[in-house]
């Protein structure tokens, strides 16, 4: 069974990669403008960009031949598993990507692990006794977290973390602790949410008559929980957890800009507005293929958490 | 579960912690595109990692770098550039003059002002290097000092003549580059002249300016380039940064097209220029006390022109203008003649934040004197694509003329007669002609001043406003510079200050 499931992703991963692909490559030829200007922008900066210097990309990269030709390069790259080499830096797709995919994953990695330890926790506990204190301030927290804005959170930290009490780098990468305070910054956004999400769904299960049965027989709140509880909130966190994470890898251009981290989101922005074609073309297949892997992912995780449709 | 938690978290969040203490750091807003000096060298060249033939002090005034003297032949076309004897690459291997001949053909070979200049050939001449030329061209050496003509040793390029790694002959030496947003050096022991006095050095892009200012004000940060007004006015009062700051020949322009039916009369881009109140304009956007009366700042001494009469703000005197060319107030209040409005689009691009809302003052300023402006904030490669196929009317641009510490190489390409980031549909041979006389080395202070006054007169743009450069530097070091020409920041010199 699972390993028919996995064989379905496989194959879509397959088609993901090739939609991706072609539709990448089309949505670059429709944008406006004249792409040898725009690369030479990208190249030497954006006020010294001149007619010549257009020319000379051009005649560089071949701009002239027909965009089909272009396409059928790639694909024959792709085949061979190279992604070509940007525009750009003219280093290897792969070798940027994976520094700047690298830092978002581990930023997002660490944001949503920080949410995980302080949003579904928090719910939960609000869950078991809904509509007690702790349910209406969380209700109160987190719906003031969700209104801040992602960079006003982040200079709101810096200054109290970085400037008033000097304990961390304000902004910065290549030393462990530059990380905490974007992390941070990203995941009080997300366990603002996940508490919510944790608490309507624990608030249902403790609801529900199994649950009151297992109190009449005499278990404790903590071993109704664990036996109980996390279980079967546990599907609906799983897939929200992954939700949130393509969401963060995605989309943390904002706080990656604010903190100066690298990232991915930053890089496929610059990568379109200088019309590098092959280093979009990679950032978009690798951010597919990893959407798909992810699904599979969740997907086996939620049948090791409730195998009943297995077994039915 | 705990002890499994603690330990991703640590696994997350553990690098080998690095000791900060002894390390200058060094923010700036540009990233790294490469190791190629055509798209990186202005970081590498600050960086102090490699050198060019010729350096350029806060003045303008030509220095020896890896050149120590060079001399020109009396028919001009050919120079000679005695090498720097003793000077060994990052790599090892010895400055030669075939070494540096390959690295300035790399250099010419991309797009560039090198490959502007009349250059016919670049050859080694035993321990020296020859440069021929087909026309008389004054400004070369201070051509080879730009960033985009650094000297890498052989190993650093590949076949197509890209750099691929940064290979100099600084006083620090790359250990590691991590594009777009970060590099680390250290103090190249085997360096020609005088070594660096810190150790170690990084260097961080970071695109908000927002989050540069707070990196200086928690100390983060030893040298902070490039700050928004906002943060200079509030760091001037912040303990233990000291804000530094520099006229640099940058100005704000606007761009105009002297070939378009409404601008092609002097007067009608005189008028326009009066419409302009460029005091307002650079105390509200820029915060700068003044705007620019004439293209050139006063820092630019050569060619700043004292007496020239300084372009003003009238509305009236505009207004008076255009209705002698023939332009009436319609139903609406913009101006008609023929049937035709003077209605004009105004490119600009968000790349330097201040210009979209220079823009969006520029147009409430024009539409005072009756001409309606679009504008159009889009990438800064539009405007030459519009300059190229005549489709632009005006452009708001914030132009450098120093790239090189002799303007004369920026006059020479936007003004003689026009280029891409200057001049459009504008042709005045007896400025052309002065211009091309100067670069070829005749003619000295009489004749910078006429050709000013020329375009002073004329207009083929609109001076704006002067730019500042500024810094935030942390009062733990000393020995750092701002220069105007955004050559150095005296990295190498910096050293700590002992409590």
Partial sequence: MIWRALGYRAAQAGVVAFLVGVLTFLMMQALPGDMAFRIAAGRYGYDMVTADAAAAVRAELGLDRPAWAAFMVWLGDLGRLDLGVSVISGRPVWDEIRHQMGASLHLAGAALLLSALIGPPLGILAGLRAGGWLDRGLLVLSSGLRAVPQFLMGLILIVLVSIQLSWLPAAGHGRAEHIILPALTLALGLAAVSARMARDAMAGVAARPFYAFGRWKGLSEGQMLRRHGLRNIGVAMVTFLSLQFVMLVEGVVVVESIFGWPGIGHALVHAIFGRDVPMVQGTALLLGLGFVALNALTDLLTRLIDPREIRA | MRPFLTLTLATLFASPALATEGVLDVVAPFEIKGADPSTSGNIMIKMELAETLVNADPDGRLTSGLATEWQVADDGLSWLFRLRPGVTFHDGTPLTAQAVADALAHARAKPGLLDTAPITAIAPEGEDLRITLSQPFAPLPAFLSEYRALIYAPAAYDAQG?????????????????????????????????????????????????????????????????????????????????????????????????????????????????????????????????????????????????????????????????????????????????????????????????????????????????????????????????????????????????????????????????????????????????????????????QRDQAMAMLQADLPVIPVAWYQQTAAVSTGVSGAVIDPFERTIGLSQMDWVQP
């Fill in chain 2, 162 to 446: 890209n750099a691929t790694q940064v290979i100099g002959t600084g006083p620090y030496r790359l250990t590691r580059m991590q594009e777009p947003l970060r590099l680390e050096a250290e103090r190249f022991d085997g360096y020609w002249g005088q070594p660096a006095r810190i150790a170690q050095v990084t260097y961080q892009a970071v695109g908000r300016a927002e989050t540069r200012a707070l990196l200086a004000e928690s100390g983060d940060a030893d040298y902070v380039f490039n700050l928004d007004p906002a943060s200079v006015a509030r760091l001037s009062g912040v303990a233990g940064v000291e804000v530094l700051s520099v006229p640099v020949p940058r100005s704000l322009l606007v761009k105009v097209n002297a070939g378009h039916p409404a601008l092609s009369d002097p007067q009608a881009r005189r008028a326009l220029s009066l419409a302009i109140d460029r005091q307002g304009l650079a105390q509200a956007i820029l915060r700068y006390p003044t705007g620019a009366d004439q293209l050139f700042p006063p820092s630019v001494a050569d060619w700043h022109v004292e007496g020239l009469e300084p372009l003003a703000h009238d509305p009236e005197a505009a207004r008076a203008i255009l209705a002698d060319l023939g332009w009436q107030p319609g139903p609406d209040g913009i101006l008609t003649r023929d049937g035709e409005r003077f209605a004009l689009t105004l490119t600009t691009y968000p790349d330097r934040p201040e210009l979209p809302l220079s823009a969006a003052v520029i147009q409430q300023m024009l539409a005072q004197i009756g001409v309606e402006v679009t504008i159009d904030s889009t990438n800064s490669s539009e405007i030459p694509v519009r300059h190229a196929d005549g489709t632009l009317d005006l452009a708001l641009l914030a132009r450098n003329f120093a790239l090189v510490p002799d303007p004369i190489g920026t006059i020479l390409t936007d003004y003689a007669p026009g280029g891409d980031w200057g001049a459009m549909g504008w042709q005045n041979d007896a400025f052309t002609a002065l211009i091309r006389d100067l670069a070829a080395g005749q003619g000295g202070q009489d």
